[in-house]
């Protein structure tokens, strides 16, 4: 399952081009500027209809251009060819499509092309506020549980509307008919999410074992409320000050993943280097944990392949990735870092200026 054709026009400093890919590793090598970060960004962008940089209104469309459009050709399980694509106009429209039939939404070609990013932004997922961690666990949802995307969706339109009724109404017993269905919603995020984090433990414990060895990371999944009351126990107490604040204090629209050593929080003990490469053991044993249980793949897109890694991390990683057989985008400034392991399963190509030219190889 990968892309094995991708056409970008228009997107950022990329004005066209037309790529084969391998089902493996596919490396983009260019000095600073040159595009990298571009197409990796552009596959991103099929799979999500959105940028991971900060998103600013229309920034990826080439600055001499009102659109751009991105084509993908997509093997699925069943070794069928399915094109995908995207086109963003100037007035920010979008249009899906897939299989050659347009107005499809976003959620659809998210479905196809599932996808693990690691950039150099990355370790946001410890560093940062807990909605990256909820997000994380959530994309694991999405794909192994059907149900997950309607109901956090109903969650999150409720706490919503029960966030703005807060301010008008003046006693609890008035919010009980809203809160009903907000527990059986969060009862169910609760649990499902609480299973996932769990049955990705194994392969996550593997994958540690070869990117950080001497450490021993224990994991934890909070469920965004203290889990020795009741859900509604704790609506109702934190009425008043709910109130006040206007928004509901506690629920899965808090839940949190946490990770420790020896009890201490990861993010106090570990090294940017370490912790890049903790956000590459989640992210691959996510990946992978999707591959064992469905019959769905998804995609590895690592930018800046090299950056916060020293020589002993850039091989554990690099030893990591030849084991995992899915389809790898890389992006590195210097060729020697890791490309030269690959060369017989995978593809090299130059990005200058915003072209990009697949190397020939050498007989
Ligand atoms: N909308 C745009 N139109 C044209 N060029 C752009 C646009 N957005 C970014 N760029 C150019 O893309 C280049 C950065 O590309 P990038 O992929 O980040 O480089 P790198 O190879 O270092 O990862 C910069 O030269 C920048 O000017
Ligand atoms: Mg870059």
Known sequence: ??????????????????????????????????????????????????????DLINQVIHNEYNELFIHGVYVNSSKLELPIGINKKHNGTKIVKIKGKSGQKISQLAKILPLQLIHPESVELLLGAPKFRRAFIDWGLFYTKPEFYNVWGRFKRLIKQRNALLKKVSNYQS???WDRELIILAESINTWRGQYVKSIQFMLQDILSILLPEVNIEFEYYSGWNKDFLYQSILEKNFVREKTLGYTLCGPNKADFKSYIDGVPVDRILSRGQLKLMVCALRVAQGQHLKKTTTNQC????????????????????????????????????????SKR???NGKVFHVKHGVITERKRKN
């Open 342 to 344: 690959y060369n017989k």
């Open 1 to 54: 399952m990968s892309l094995i054709r991708l056409s970008l026009h228009q997107f950022r400093n990329i004005r066209t081009c037309t790529i084969q890919l391998a089902t493996g590793f596919n490396f983009f090598i260019g000095p600073n500027g040159s595009g990298k970060t571009n197409l990796i960004e552009a596959v991103y962008f099929l799979g999500l209809g959105r940028s991971f940089k900060p």
């Open 299 to 338: 995609i590895y897109l690592i930018d800046d392949f090299a950056s916060e890694l020293d020589n002993n991390s850039q091989n554990r990683l690099s030893n990591c990735l030849s084991t995992i057989d899915s389809q790898i985008f890389i992006s590195l400034i210097n060729e020697r870092d890791i």
């Open 175 to 177: 919010l009980i008919p």
